[in-house]
């Protein structure tokens, strides 16, 4: 398996700009998650879905921020619109979700909002 | 409220002397526990848990971390650093009752810098 994968691996966009983030997790994982890291605040857990249905979205910081798991094998995470404080790594990380097992972590989306 | 702490910033230690990154949690009931390693411009990776039994968990890479009860800790150790070591590692809880969703907590991370 090729492990978590997100896309794009950097963004730079403009203040106001949509922008839309993209993970596959592991296939046979039913649990998926997104964080956001940045110097300041380390690693937030934005929002994670279980069998594609949100769970617990409490660390989505704005309504600006959304997040979608349409079927098992890909979730998107929005920003519109972004803005400078936005700016941050974003990771999507999936584990299976019965049983303490480990999550599994993409490599994260480096985000710039100029 | 649930918390994980890691209070050192970094740690700094010589090639082949052991090393330890401490952790910390607040977390009412039995947590799961979980050590993570985030090398530059990569995703954090996997590197050792504890969920019930020996307090003495092993894990990848040669590290392995004693869960300690009473003192709410969880501390990462290595008999002896490689220089290769160097990274920033996490610590994270997974709080009982998260619905086994695995929910993880993490603490801020520290710094290991392993010098030759």
């Known amino acids: 398996d090729a492990g978590v994968i997100q896309s794009p691996r950097h963004e730079v966009t403009e203040m106001g700009q949509e922008v839309t983030l993209r993970c596959k997790p592991i296939s046979g994982h039913n649990s998926l998650f997104w964080y956001r890291q940045t110097m300041m605040r380390g690693l937030e857990l934005l929002i994670y879905f279980n069998n594609n249905v949100p769970i617990d979205d409490s660390g989505m910081p704005e309504d600006r921020f959304s997040a979608k798991m349409p079927n098992a094998s890909f979730s998107t995470l929005k920003i519109q619109p972004s803005e400078p404080r936005d700016s941050a790594v974003y990771f999507c990380a999936s584990s299976l979700a019965v049983g303490p097992t480990e999550a599994f972590f993409g490599q994260g989306t480096r985000l710039t909002v100029v | 409220a649930q918390s994980v702490a890691q209070p050192e910033d970094q740690v700094n230690v010589a090639e082949g002397n052991p090393l330890t990154v401490k952790c910390t949690y607040s977390v009412s009931g039995n947590p799961y526990l979980f050590w993570y390693v985030q090398y530059p411009n990569r995703g954090l990776q996997f590197l050792l848990k504890?969920?019930?039994?020996?307090?003495l968990v092993k894990g990848s890479y040669g590290f392995e971390a004693e869960f300690n009860k009473s003192q709410t800790s969880f501390h990462l150790k290595k008999p002896s650093a490689l220089v290769s070591d160097s990274a920033l590692y996490f610590c994270a809880v997974s709080p009982p009752g998260s619905g086994g969703y695995n929910k993880l907590i993490f603490g801020a991370g520290t710094r290991l810098a392993v010098h030759p």
């Open positions: 504890y969920i019930t039994g020996d307090n």
